[in-house]
């Protein structure tokens, strides 16, 4: 049935489209994200109250046992929340096709993803500012934000555990809709990988959320009190301004001279004034005739606008695992994932009172970022042009991640019998390969290739195989190795040719998909959108989702989608007066 009402504001996911009146009909397939919730309901609760809309592609994801913390690694695993997408055949990756895994539904990727939750470094923020040269971006104003969008659940209550988190409250909020922080209970085994790690000579981090997350500590989650957070905790119910439409998909907006007239879903147009967004945001630009001419000429998709950089510039993290065996004395996980019953009677509890078994195991990493003197002195690394050079050297910029405790059985139940084992993935930082998305079809629904082209820059091949040699030189060191009885998953030798053979068979996106319209100055020529979130060339058109953003964060990237998402909203409400 058609909804006839006008909206001062439209978010399409991430593509928001802006003051508008409009015949709205419900059809429209985007995913209301970090980005597009942080933005719908910023607007919202402005001052002055504008109507938005919020469109939908997927469902609500209202059911509760979907929020269990400890099972949140499993979560994409959902067929009716998970696009499915894959990466293109990898060049570098034998030939793999790789999860591409994007969240469908309220909340996006947000409700799919692993729950770290990182902001990066202060440097990368910095670095956005002087690339568009707009302090909106730099890491003071960026840090405002967070603190004003989280409630941070930090407090440690074991007194013996207190050293391995010391936050510092003016680095966190307080009032805002996303729960994050440290889980309750822990994992019997993670003090002593956090102990061993130290002794090895890794500086100890006590709040990765400061601006510089050099050093390895506890992680901070995006769940509290045994419940994952999402993108949808930020649409109170209480704004009664706010409307949410779900199960909703837009193929293409419409354009006449430039200028955004209307969005067409499913073949019907919805009437807009004017228009503001993004998240599959290439696609639908594409779609729409803005994008690469020749690109969109192979199709027959009349040109509105030539705008080369749409597609390009695609970066991505990857990472691959150490995973061994430890002794089953130092650990009771195999009293818990070993029993059926004790699964089910911790699930039953958990749904009572959100407490339990289902709140410990799984629910607590170890995390830490590191630099690498390795990297610095090779000659891949010396190759680089000088400022990607000096922006690697800087303070707060880190070489790699690593992990502990992730629970990869989850993942790959076939391998594990025992459960006594810890994975210790690494993840490259600052990766050099650059890929594309690219049209396979003139259908605007059918989905758009993704190529990320992992490992093809000489760099991130001499890079991979440095940090994993550190990984297991930790591995070795004699406070964890005690208590490692075997070898689960690891490169055949130590060999530079082992080790990278092993990064190519086993190698794994961590789906933070950035920069395909990336943001720049104007004339630019890998950019397509301004620091004010307009598309060039186009008017009434402007994009906030993670495609704009021009810096690989160091970080699990969907905070940096709430910051996307929550700037562009203070770019709105200024320029609107929404809060007068």
Same mark, same amino acid.
């Given at each position: 049935?058609?909804?006839?009402?006008?909206?001062?504001?439209?978010?399409?996911?991430?593509?928001?489209?802006?003051?508008?009146?409009?015949?709205?009909? *419900?059809?429209?397939?985007?995913?209301?994200?970090?980005?597009?919730?942080?933005?719908?309901?910023?607007?919202?609760?402005?001052?002055?109250?504008?109507?938005? !809309?919020?469109?939908?592609?997927?469902?609500?994801?209202?059911?509760?046992?979907?929020?269990?913390?400890?099972?949140?690694?499993?979560?994409?695993?959902?067929?009716?929340?998970?696009?499915?997408?894959?990466?293109?055949?990898?060049?570098?990756?034998?030939?793999?096709?790789?999860?591409?895994?994007?969240?469908?539904? !309220?909340?996006?990727?947000?409700?799919?993803?692993?729950?770290?939750?990182?902001?990066?470094?202060?440097?990368?923020?910095?670095?956005?500012?002087?690339?568009?040269?707009?302090?909106?971006?730099?890491?003071?104003?960026?840090?405002?934000?967070?603190?004003?969008?989280?409630?941070?659940?930090?407090?440690?209550?074991?007194?013996?555990?207190?050293?391995?988190?010391? *936050?510092?409250?003016?680095?966190?909020?307080?009032?805002?809709?996303?729960?994050?922080?440290?889980?309750?209970?822990?994992?019997?085994?993670?003090?002593?990988?956090?102990?061993?790690?130290?002794?090895?000579?890794?500086?100890?981090?006590?709040?990765?959320?400061?601006?510089?997350?050099?050093?390895?500590?506890?992680?901070?989650?995006?769940?509290?009190?045994?419940?994952?957070?999402?993108?949808?905790?930020?649409?109170?119910?209480?704004?009664?301004?706010?409307?949410?439409?779900?199960?909703?998909?837009?193929?293409?907006?419409?354009?006449?001279?430039?200028?955004?007239?209307?969005?067409?879903?499913?073949?019907?147009?919805?009437?807009?004034?004017?228009?503001?967004?993004?998240?599959?945001? *290439?696609?639908?630009?594409?779609?729409?005739?803005?994008?690469?001419?020749?690109?969109?000429?192979?199709?027959?998709?009349?040109?509105?606008?030539?705008?080369?950089?749409?597609?390009?510039?695609?970066?991505?993290?990857?990472?691959? =695992?150490?995973?061994?065996?430890?002794?089953?004395?130092?650990?009771?996980?195999?009293?818990?994932?070993?029993?059926?019953?004790?699964?089910?009677?911790?699930?039953?509890?958990?749904?009572?009172?959100?407490?339990? *078994?289902?709140?410990?195991?799984?629910?607590?990493?170890?995390?830490?970022?590191?630099?690498?003197?390795?990297?610095?002195?090779?000659?891949?690394?010396?190759?680089?042009?000088? =400022?990607?050079?000096?922006?690697?050297?800087?303070?707060?910029?880190?070489?790699?991640?690593?992990?502990?405790?992730?629970?990869?059985?989850?993942?790959?139940?076939?391998?594990?019998?025992?459960?006594?084992?810890?994975?210790?993935?690494?993840?490259?930082?600052?990766?050099?390969?650059?890929?594309?998305?690219?049209?396979?079809?003139?259908?605007?629904?059918?989905?758009?290739?993704?190529?990320?082209?992992?490992?093809?820059? =000489?760099?991130?091949?001499?890079?991979?195989?440095?940090?994993?040699?550190?990984?297991?030189?930790?591995?070795?060191?004699?406070?964890?190795?005690?208590?490692?009885?075997?070898?689960?998953?690891? =490169?055949?030798?130590?060999?530079?040719?082992?080790?990278?053979?092993?990064?190519?068979?086993?190698?794994?996106?961590?789906?933070?998909?950035?920069?395909?319209?990336?943001?720049?100055?104007?004339?630019?020529?890998?950019?397509?959108?301004?620091?004010?979130?307009?598309?060039?060339?186009?008017?009434?058109?402007?994009?906030?989702?993670?495609?704009?953003?021009?810096?690989?964060?160091?970080?699990?990237?969907?905070?940096?989608?709430?910051?996307?998402?929550?700037?562009?909203?203070?770019?709105?409400?200024?320029?609107?007066?929404?809060?007068?």
């Amino acid at each position: 049935m058609a909804h006839e009402r006008s909206y001062d504001f439209i978010v399409i996911g991430g593509i928001c489209l802006l003051p508008i009146v409009t015949i709205y009909q *419900p059809l429209t397939k985007f995913i209301g994200g970090p980005a597009g919730c942080t933005l719908a309901a910023s607007l919202a609760s402005s001052a002055r109250k504008p109507t938005v !809309l919020l469109l939908e592609a997927g469902g609500r994801n209202e059911d509760k046992s979907l929020r269990v913390d400890g099972k949140r690694w499993k979560t994409y695993m959902e067929e009716n929340m998970n696009w499915g997408s894959q990466t293109t055949p990898q060049e570098h990756c034998n030939g793999r096709r790789l999860d591409y895994s994007r969240g469908k539904g !309220l909340g996006g990727s947000s409700s799919i993803n692993f729950g770290v939750y990182t902001v990066g470094a202060r440097d990368d923020y910095d670095l956005w500012a002087a690339e568009v040269d707009d302090e909106t971006f730099s890491w003071d104003k960026m840090q405002t934000r967070f603190r004003k969008l989280e409630t941070f659940a930090g407090t440690i209550d074991i007194p013996e555990k207190q050293k391995y988190g010391q *936050p510092e409250p003016t680095n966190h909020g307080n009032k805002g809709g996303l729960h994050v922080g440290y889980a309750k209970e822990w994992d019997s085994d993670l003090t002593m990988v956090l102990d061993a790690f130290e002794e090895a000579g890794i500086q100890r981090n006590l709040d990765h959320n400061s601006g510089n997350p050099l050093g390895f500590g506890l992680c901070i989650n995006s769940a509290s009190e045994g419940i994952r957070s999402t993108a949808a905790d930020l649409l109170s119910e209480e704004l009664d301004n706010l409307r949410i439409v779900s199960d909703s998909p837009v193929q293409r907006i419409i354009l006449e001279r430039n200028r955004v007239v209307a969005a067409e879903a499913n073949g019907k147009k919805c009437g807009l004034y004017r228009s503001f967004g993004s998240l599959e945001t *290439p696609k639908i630009l594409m779609h729409s005739g803005i994008g690469p001419a020749e690109e969109l000429s192979k199709f027959n998709i009349a040109i509105n606008h030539d705008l080369p950089a749409v597609g390009k510039g695609l970066r991505d993290h990857f990472f691959a =695992p150490l995973v061994v065996v430890r002794n089953p004395q130092t650990n009771d996980r195999n009293d818990f994932y070993q029993d059926q019953v004790a699964m089910e009677a911790a699930m039953n509890q958990w749904e009572i009172d959100g407490t339990g *078994p289902w709140t410990r195991y799984g629910c607590q990493l170890g995390i830490g970022w590191l630099k690498s003197d390795r990297i610095t002195s090779s000659e891949e690394f010396k190759d680089l042009p000088q =400022p990607v050079q000096d922006f690697m050297n800087r303070e707060t910029i880190p070489h790699y991640e690593i992990i502990s405790h992730f629970p990869v059985h989850f993942t790959f139940p076939q391998l594990f019998q025992d459960y006594s084992y810890i994975c210790l993935p690494v993840f490259l930082m600052n990766e050099q390969s650059v890929g594309e998305v690219r049209l396979q079809s003139p259908d605007p629904d059918e989905p758009l290739s993704f190529n990320p082209k992992f490992l093809e820059h =000489p760099f991130d091949r001499r890079a991979c195989i440095e940090v994993y040699r550190h990984l297991w030189d930790l591995a070795k060191y004699h406070s964890f190795a005690k208590d490692t009885v075997s070898t689960i998953m690891a =490169p055949a030798s130590e060999s530079d040719e082992d080790i990278l053979q092993f990064w190519k068979d086993n190698l794994s996106s961590s789906w933070h998909m950035t920069g395909t319209v990336k943001m720049g100055k104007d004339g630019d020529s890998d950019a397509a959108v301004d620091s004010r979130f307009c598309v060039f060339g186009v008017e009434n058109l402007r994009v906030a989702d993670m495609s704009v953003v021009p810096v690989l964060t160091n970080n699990h990237t969907q905070a940096t989608a709430y910051m996307t998402g929550a700037t562009c909203a203070d770019v709105l409400i200024g320029e609107y007066s929404l809060n007068k």
